[in-house]
Nanobody, 124 residues
């Protein structure tokens, strides 16, 4: 069964850190382009960082320098290290695979569905 399970969210104060995990099953994440998305209340879901099959990465300007995307192929798990968190980072965070990637940007059809997400809440 193809699925992802996100975890690691929580409540932190501004300036704090969290590491999110995205454990995939039913497929090998290293053969796809993987993206972390977030959706804040009342806003559309947005992609914030991606990693392609050769390890190239891309970041939304808003998270560049604060967030780091990595993957552990042995564990088939995607990670998001989030530092210097701000209240505006408060959102539900999700991961998802796409078939294609280039220079760290994912494109093409999605593979698999959405997970349940993990909530990140940053207080000021």
């Amino acid at each position: 069964q193809v699925q992802v399970v996100e975890s690691g969210g929580g409540s932190v104060q501004a300036g704090g850190s969290l590491r999110l995990s995205c454990a995939a099953s039913g497929y090998t994440i290293s053969t796809y382009c993987m993206t972390w998305f977030r959706q804040a209340p009342g806003k559309e879901r947005e992609g914030i960082t991606s990693i392609d099959s050769v390890g190239s990465t891309s970041y939304l300007d808003d998270v560049q320098g604060r967030f780091t995307i990595t993957q552990d192929n042995a564990k088939n798990t995607l990670y998001l290290q989030m530092n210097s968190l701000k209240p505006e980072d408060t959102a539900m965070y999700y991961c998802r695979a796409q078939y294609y990637g280039n220079s760290g940007y994912c494109y093409g059809p999605y593979f698999g569905g959405w997970g349940q997400g993990t909530q990140v809440t940053v207080s000021s």
